[in-house]
């Protein structure tokens, strides 16, 4: 995305212009404080450019700040030549020479959370670039300081002698790996996962997992979960007490896949998913991380997955309105487990006074054929909906950030929204106030939904309350055809000309009420509110073991939808 992208540039080049401009102040001008400072700030710069550039190559930059230091300190000395200072620029030269492949060689292995591993070699190898730069910062301050030469030598073979070990330990895993298989891999087989979920995908992205990790944990059965992406196994091992693996080669996924595995469960249609499909002793279940109409729900690459979960037949007429062929037994309804704490509202709630209105822009896409943002006229929505008396919760999709249009659209909602509370007294939630409730704590405070297509329309419909649907498109009359659950709402037009016509059947008359139980039962499932997840575990415990048979259960299995409550 453009946001991405100039962050990037402005990170590469505060990074490499404050690495020239502080050798040069240095070096050519008596300016050594000033010189000194400045390779301090460009040190802080070449930090920020690998947080927004991961991997990035900063030896060149290095190397001339470490050199301006260098310079720096024999003038603050003044001492003539220093063999202390010769020495320490050996070292320091060696160090930059080898955090680049010693960080390649680290983000090669495998690393461990919530595992009773010790796998900190890799993560020291991926940070040793921040631990120069720290030293860097150090001899830049014993510079300023006119410690003698002696102080920076012992600091940089302190540093030194830690990146020598993490180069032996990664050589020794190369060379010499361990006969019984590494650490990891001998801790695996002692805690006999039956499954594995997973997941490659953007920074960003860790929602999807963490929707499906307590269902995961209520199967009952050991499992774990390998992340293809660094920057994910933090947020995903705080919100699991099982393993959580960061595996980024297929050595690593060999040395991972014991064999006590029999099922992997995705949650995306990621590139990188093909890496573990290739593993055919397994069964792999795509779960998907959402339901809605949108065309990447309707993937063809699904059709390589054993099984497919879904949520309600509409996701299989779904692919077969999209022309994607896939066999019928490949499909299993299992509901929408993460709609069970959402509470029913079973009699329609027509004439609402002082509604509370959820709001759920979706993000732009990839693509232009994606891109079903209301964003650009959500204004003309926010201020109609207060001039009704509406308190408003506006939960923007995680991705709107990356795209700066999009994120001074959404500002500029968020200051009509604190505008109006300051004067009316509502209170309205939005940004970090909204992210802090999950979504069904969202929709339990809402009494109707407006949303760009996208799978909230889904997740709301379980709560039996009215929606509106955004067409951002130019689709007309078709749009209710290409995004079926649109017809059970009211569709609001991009122009908004049909707003005032769109809020009064929503919020006053709601003339499709009783049409949204039977949508309902064909999105969601036809499964009893009191045991909604049951289906999913039912499910995946057969995949896990087909010879399992669920307990009878004490209820009707006929119950109907529209008396749940």
């Known amino acids: 995305m453009r946001g991405d992208l100039v962050r990037k540039l402005a990170a590469r080049g505060l990074a490499t212009g404050g690495a020239v401009l502080a050798f040069l102040v240095v070096a050519l001008t008596g300016a050594t404080t000033w010189g000194l400072g400045l390779a301090m700030a460009a040190l802080a710069a070449t930090v920020w450019e690998r947080r927004v550039r991961p991997g990035a190559d900063s030896a060149a930059e290095t190397t001339l700040i470490a050199a301006g230091v260098l310079v720096g300190y024999a003038r603050q000395l003044d001492a003539g030549f220093d063999p202390a200072l010769a020495a320490t620029a050996l070292v320091l030269l060696g160090m ?11 983000n090669r292995e495998i690393r461990a959370a919530n595992l009773p591993v010790r796998t900190w070699v890799p ?28 102080v920076a030598l012992v600091a940089s073979l302190l540093v030194g002698a830690a990146a020598g070990a993490v180069a032996l330990d990664l050589a020794r895993r190369r060379f010499r790996p361990a006969a019984g298989g590494s650490a990891v891999t001998r801790a695996l087989r002692r805690h006999q996962p039956e499954f594995v979920l997973h997941f490659s995908a953007p920074p960003g992205s860790e929602y999807q997992v963490t929707m499906w990790l307590p269902y995961l944990e209520r199967i009952g059965r050991p499992f774990v979960v390998m992340v293809r992406e660094p920057e994910s196994l933090p947020a995903i091992a705080a919100a699991t007490t099982a393993p959580v693996l960061y595996c980024p080669t297929l050595r690593n996924m060999d040395e991972v896949l014991v064999p006590s595995l029999r099922v992997a469960f995705y949650v995306n249609h990621g590139a990188k998913n093909s890496h573990c499909i290739r593993f055919t002793q397994l069964t792999h279940v795509q779960l998907h991380h959402g339901d809605s109409d949108k065309s990447p729900s309707a993937n063809p690459v699904s059709a390589l997955f054993d099984r497919i979960f879904v949520a309600g037949e509409a996701a299989i007429d779904r692919y077969a309105r999209a022309g994607v062929e896939i066999p019928a037994e490949k499909f299993v309804v299992v509901g929408r487990p993460q709609v069970e704490a959402i509470e029913v509202r079973s009699q329609p709630a027509r004439g609402l006074a002082n509604p509370t209105v959820l709001y759920t822009p979706t993000w732009t896409g990839h693509h232009a054929d994606t891109d079903y943002c209301s964003l650009p006229v959500a204004g003309t929505l926010l201020r109609r909906l207060l001039d009704r008396g509406a308190t408003v919760i506006l939960r923007a999709h995680p991705y ?45 405070r809402a009494d109707a939904l407006v949303s760009d297509v996208s799978g909230v329309v889904s997740d709301w419909l379980y709560s039996g309350k009215p929606y509106a649907v955004t067409d951002m498109g130019a689709d007309g009359d078709r749009f209710t055809e290409r995004f079926p659950l649109a017809a059970s709402g009211y569709v609001l ?36 509110a009191e045991s909604y997840a049951e289906a999913f575990l039912a499910a995946a415990r057969r995949e896990l073991d087909p010879a399992w048979t669920p307990p009878t259960p004490r209820f009707a299995t006929g119950t109907p939808l529209s008396s749940a409550t």
């Open 96 to 106: 930059v020479l080898l955090t680049g492949p010693l960080r390649e060689a680290g």
């Open 123 to 150: 993560r020291v190898a991926a940070r040793l670039s921040d631990a120069v730069a720290g030293l860097l910062a150090v001899l830049a301050l014993a510079a300023l300081a006119g410690l003698p030469a002696a």
């Open 400 to 444: 709107t950030s990356q795209n700066p249009a999009s994120a001074r659209q959404l500002g500029r909602l968020h200051e009509l929204l604190a505008a109006d509370r300051a004067r009316t007294g509502r209170q309205h939630l939005f940004g970090a106030a909204a992210s802090r409730l999950t979504l069904a704590e969202s929709v339990n």
């Open 493 to 528: 037009r991009r122009d908004m000309a049909d707003l005032d016509d769109v809020l009064t059947r929503l919020l006053d008359t709601d003339p499709l009420a009783e049409a949204r139980w039977a949508t309902r039962r064909r999105y969601l499932g036809d499964f009893p």
